[in-house]
Structures are given as C-alpha cells and as structure tokens.
T-cell receptor, first 115, second 114 residues
Framework: DAMVIQNPRYQVTQFGKPVTLSCSQT?????MYWYQQKSSQAPKLLFH???????NEADTPDNFQSRRPNTSFCFLDIRSPGLGDAAMYLC??????????????FGDGTRLSIL | GENVEQHPSTLSVQEGDSAVIKCTYS??????FPWYKQELGKRPQLIID?????GEKKDQRIAVTLNKTAKHFSLHITETQPEDSAVYFC?????????????FGAGTILRVKS
C-alpha cells in the first residue's frame, strides 16, 4: 500500500498559471519534504516542514511556496510557473528527532509540464 | 555545508558480476548515510542505510561500508541482475542543518548487461 501519496501523477499547466501539487501520508511522520528533480539529476530539496515549522532552502525561488494544514497533508504551490520549473516533484516524509538519522520515504512524484 | 561526491557517474557490469559505487562526504559529524535506487520514471526507493556507529551493514546481495576516518562510504551489489539496472543515489545527513536534511550525491547509472 502506498504510504506517501502524490496527486496528480502528471500535471500540465500553462506558463504563468498557478498550480498546486498535493502530498498525503499514512505514516504519521512529523517531517515532510518537497524535492524538485530534473532529468538525470539528484533530487533538490526545496523546503521541509518539521511539525509545523517551515524551513526554506536558501536557493528556493520565491515562486515556490508550501502549506501543511495538518500532519497528513502538504501542498506545493507554484505561483507563476516558468519553463524552467518543468520537472518531477517528489514529496518525502520521515520521523524527526534529535539525531535526525531516520529514513526518508518518497512518494511516486508528480511530473509537471509547462506549456 | 555538507558536500557529497559520488563515483562513478556510470557503471556497466556483466550479469553476475559485482558493482561498487563510492561516495565521499565533507562533514565529519554526519551520522546517517542512506542509499536510494531510482528506476526510470519512478520514485527513489531506500535500499539500505547505515548509521555512523556501524562500519558495515548487509542485506542479502547489498552491502554498505562506512569509513568515518576517511569520510567515505560505498555500496556493494553482488551477483548483479538485470533488474538492478537503475540510478543509485547516495546521501549524507548534514548535522549542520536543521532537522533531517539529506545531501545527495549526483547519482550513478548502473547498467547490468545480460
């Protein structure tokens, strides 16, 4: 059974038209992450939530925002998508903790195309 | 911050041979090192991980070794099979970062030829 669920699997949007990607989890993990992955590259962390605390990466464009209304759900909002934002967007979850050495579990991703 | 280098970028082996992928990291305080396998169009899947208090871990045909002094860790796959063909990413948990942030290597494309 899928434990980190991303919807939709494929999303097509127009240049400049806002789009929202969603992620839900059944693992009850307190940390949720959003990654951007382009072809043949490693996943690039955009931001993560540790419980309700939002942590933005320094190089994440302002065009990307996130919401976490509760433990189970997290959303990625792209306010004005550009052609360079076409990518696979991966959601991941993990347990938190002082040592931070817990595995991250990824969803199947949403492939975003920009027309 | 943490920096992870991964080698080789591509690796071709004959079915049944072993494959070894190596990663080095820069933060001597890093304490967690997972390996992910990603097939084309699919999610990264955790295949094995090791924590800094352990030098080696094995799971069937997969093993990971960690050398904290040299700051490198390696993935070993024995008796490779065509279904092992994928991109493999190493990662290290940076203790300088809040929470459980992972820094990924650039990935290794493994091709197993039958």
């Amino acid at each position: 059974d899928a434990m980190v669920i991303q919807n939709p699997r494929y999303q097509v949007t127009q240049f400049g038209k806002p789009v929202t990607l969603s992620c839900s989890q059944t693992l009850n993990h307190n940390v949720m992450y959003w990654y951007q992955q382009k072809s043949s590259q490693a996943p690039k962390l955009l931001f993560h939530y540790y419980d309700k605390d939002f942590n933005n990466e320094a190089d994440t464009p302002d065009n990307f925002q996130s919401r976490r209304p509760n433990t189970s759900f997290c959303f990625l909002d792209i306010r004005s998508p550009g052609l360079g934002d076409a990518a696979m967007y991966l959601c991941a979850t993990s347990r938190g903790g002082v040592r931070g050495n817990q595995p991250q579990h990824f969803g199947d991703g949403t492939r975003l195309s920009i027309l | 911050g943490e920096n992870v280098e991964q080698h080789p970028s591509t690796l071709s082996v004959q079915e049944g041979d072993s494959a070894v992928i190596k990663c080095t990291y820069s933060d001597s305080a890093s304490n967690y090192f997972p390996w992910y396998k990603q097939e084309l169009g699919k999610r990264p899947q955790l295949i094995i991980d090791i924590r800094s208090n352990v030098g080696e871990k094995k799971d069937q045909r997969i093993a990971v070794t960690l050398n904290k002094t040299a700051k490198h860790f390696s993935l070993h796959i024995t008796e490779t099979q065509p279904e092992d063909s994928a991109v493999y990413f190493c990662a290290a948990r940076s203790t300088k970062e809040y929470g459980n942030k992972l820094v990924f290597g650039a990935g290794t494309i493994l091709r197993v030829k039958s």
